[in-house]
């Protein structure tokens, strides 16, 4: 079964750190976009960052900008989501999907409908 896991959700307080990590199984990362999504709540899904096959970051959502860095060890078949100086806000599911073509707008990396998707974690950042 071809699967990602999201794996690095908790409780932290706001001023915290976590890493996340989406690690795929069944098949090998290496030609994939991947991305990181966070669904709050009573809220829409909101993407918040995507990054190449070359490791290269494509998109940050505003809202984390400077905050959260999303890299790629291919040798792990992992891609993380390193958060940094979290906020309530930012309490949330986050998945991350695997898709081989994204489409790019100005928010963020948009992700087809063939995609793959973890079943996500929580984050929750509260004191």
């Known amino acids: 079964q071809l699967q990602l896991v999201e794996t690095g959700g908790g409780l932290v307080q706001p001023g915290g750190s976590l890493r996340l990590s989406c690690a795929a199984s069944?098949?090998?990362?290496?030609?994939?976009?991947i991305g990181w999504f966070r669904q709050a709540p009573g809220k829409e899904r909101e993407g918040v960052s995507c990054?190449?096959?070359?490791?290269?970051?494509?998109k940050y959502v505003d809202s984390v900008k400077g905050r959260f860095t999303i890299s790629r060890d291919n040798a792990k078949n992992t891609v993380y989501l390193q958060m940094n100086s979290l906020k309530p806000e930012d309490t949330a599911v986050y998945y991350c999907?695997?898709?081989?073509?994204?489409?790019?707008?100005?928010?963020?990396?948009?992700?087809?409908?063939?995609?793959?998707w973890g079943q996500g974690t929580q984050v929750t950042v509260s004191s």
């Open positions: 999907a695997a898709a081989q073509s994204v489409t790019i707008n100005q928010a963020m990396c948009v992700f087809p409908t063939a995609a793959r």
């Open positions: 990054i190449s096959r070359s490791g290269a970051p494509i």
């Open positions: 069944g098949f090998t990362l290496d030609y994939y976009v």
